[in-house]
């Protein structure tokens, strides 16, 4: 399944490469279905640039319960505290596994909360965080 998302100013390119897609379909003797709906725009790089950043400090100057966590850790947590949503199990060797806290399709918005929820964390006195940024 192929996804496009169109903006004026990508609009023939995403056309060409949508039209591609279901010719690739078609070819082949299936059937393809193409569904146009609106949506709000996901993070900009600038927004995922200073997401990464800031879970690249925290990562580096804080131990979480004595365990040193990577970035991508990191940002799996702070997404974690935004969105309520997710669910934790059983991992398929142990440990827990904690499911529907990707960063991948933030909105704009969302993702400035997350911010915004990096910048408390790091302010709280019990694990202080200088950010550069």
Known sequence: MSKFLAKKDTLRNVMVAAYNAV???????KVARI???????????LQNDKLQ????????????YGVKLSQDDWRHMFVAS???GQRSV??????FVVLGASSKDLKVAECADVIEIIYAFGSDPDHPVRFSQ
């Not at 879970?55 to 131990?63: H, L, M, N, P, R």
């Open 23 to 29: 010719k690739i379909l078609t070819d082949a003797g």
């Open 82 to 84: 935004y969105r309520k």
């Open 35 to 45: 569904k146009v709906d609106e949506c709000e725009p996901t993070r900009t790089r």
């Open 53 to 64: 950043a800031l879970c690249g400090e925290v990562a580096a100057q804080v131990k979480w």
């Open 90 to 95: 059983p991992g398929i060797d142990g440990g």
